[in-house]
């Protein structure tokens, strides 16, 4: 097996700079359709994947793809709390990026730790679809839902209490659930399977014409989708201009799906973590 990316990482952690920026709601979720291993440290972001990128879905890799052992001496050398102190999250949305919960942690204004370790992972049982409400900036953010016979590949981290408790108070729109691994099978891209682990689930229900509607990896896709199911002018127009609208009339796009008959539950067990 070649050096672990995470050791490498420690030796030049550097990825880049975190931006305390924000995107464009019309191009939420800022992600495209891969996922990544990264470590969020003090310095900057350090890529965990191997060189060359991944083939395949995590749970078929004949080895680990991210050393455990790297990250817990990285966190320890930043001065940042082990994985035993920390919850592990399966995130479906911009939170599957460093730079995304870079950002929360600034806005936050909060004197606490950077170091998040992100880690991409198979989930089974588990889709990704839309929460059948806007957010506060107009976009139509990721929401989970059950989906038998489906694995789904996303990004696990590992937040620290404080970090925790901002993450939690940025995701107004949801609830954060414990999924039991027994139903939902989580393989990590450590080699581990944890026997439980934390999502968000939207409060609202999920997007859902007869079945949920997956996720749309453009704000357009979706609201050209709306159009087309309502004929609806409030999703007519370019992105920008309807995350504008629907930023302005925050309960619109709720009111619209359940008019329509497309809003349905999300199928996940109500567990609080």
């Known amino acids: 097996m070649p050096p672990s990316p995470a050791v490498t990482a420690q030796a030049d952690p550097v990825e ?8 464009a709601p019309e191009d939420y979720p800022w992600t495209g359709p891969a996922v990544r291993s990264a470590l ?4 900057g972001i350090a890529n965990l994947d191997p060189t060359g990128g991944v ?34 999250v399966v995130a479906v949305g911009s939170n599957q990026t460093p730079e995304t919960i870079a950002r929360k942690y600034a806005r936050s ?28 900036r107009g976009y139509i953010p990721a929401a989970p839902y059950r989906a038998e016979d489906v694995r789904t590949e996303l990004v696990a981290t590992w937040f620290d209490d404080e970090q925790l408790a901002v993450v939690d108070e940025t995701e107004p729109n949801y609830e954060r659930v414990r999924l039991d691994a027994a139903r939902f099978p989580l393989t990590l891209a450590t080699g581990h399977r944890p026997a439980h682990y934390d999502v968000y689930a939207s ?14 990896h453009r704000q ?54």
Request: hydrophobic residues 40%; charged residues 25%; contains cysteine.
């Open 109 to 136: 204004g909060r004197d606490l730790h950077p170091a998040t370790p992100f880690v991409r992972c198979t989930v089974r049982g588990l889709a990704v679809g839309h929460c059948a409400h806007t957010s506060r």
């Open 40 to 43: 969020l440290l003090s310095a």
């Open 55 to 88: 083939d395949g879905p995590t749970e078929d890799q004949d080895e680990p793809l991210v050393d455990v052992a790297a990250i817990e001496a990285a966190l320890a050398t930043d001065g940042a709390a082990p994985l035993a102190e920390r919850t592990l």
């Open 220 to 273: 357009q896709e979706m609201f050209d989708e709306l159009v087309a199911h309502t004929g609806s002018d409030q999703a007519r127009g370019t992105a920008a201009e309807v995350c504008a609208r629907f930023a302005a009339a925050p309960d619109a796009l709720n009111q619209l799906l359940h008019e329509h008959g497309l809003v349905a539950q999300d199928g996940l067990p109500r567990v609080a973590s």
């Open 16 to 23: 880049t700079e975190v931006d305390a920026g924000v995107d």
């Open 203 to 216: 409060s609202w229900g999920v997007v859902s014409r007869d079945v949920p509607v997956p996720l749309r």
